[in-house]
């Protein structure tokens, strides 16, 4: 079953989170995982969320998720991460589509 991972990103210093993006999307690929949303534009439909930046990953499962997730290389690109940003994550397991 599929596992998505879903973050609600608030950048302070984008020319960090920048290098940050080019250094992930390697590793999140060598997970099996792919990005379905990446910032863009949105809308909020109901509550009081107010997203700053979203960004959706699918997994093939939420074991590969929390393989990439716990990896030593993302808890370093973490790191970089928390530097230039805060973020709040969920991951969900789904249907593949």
Do not use: N
Not at 16 to 29: A, G, N, R
Not at 62 to 88: D, G, I, N, W
């Amino acid at each position: 079953m599929a596992a998505y991972a879903i973050f609600d990103v608030d950048i302070r210093d984008m020319e960090q989170y920048q290098k940050y993006m080019q250094l992930v999307k390697p590793v999140i690929e060598a997970a099996g995982g792919r990005y379905l949303v990446r910032g863009g534009a949105f809308k909020v439909h109901e509550g009081d969320w107010l997203p700053r930046r979203l960004v959706l990953l699918e997994f093939p499962s939420m074991e590969a998720m929390e393989t990439f997730y716990h990896s030593p290389v993302y808890q370093s690109l973490k790191t970089l991460r928390e530097a230039c940003s805060s973020a709040r994550s969920v991951s969900v397991e789904g249907l593949a589509c």
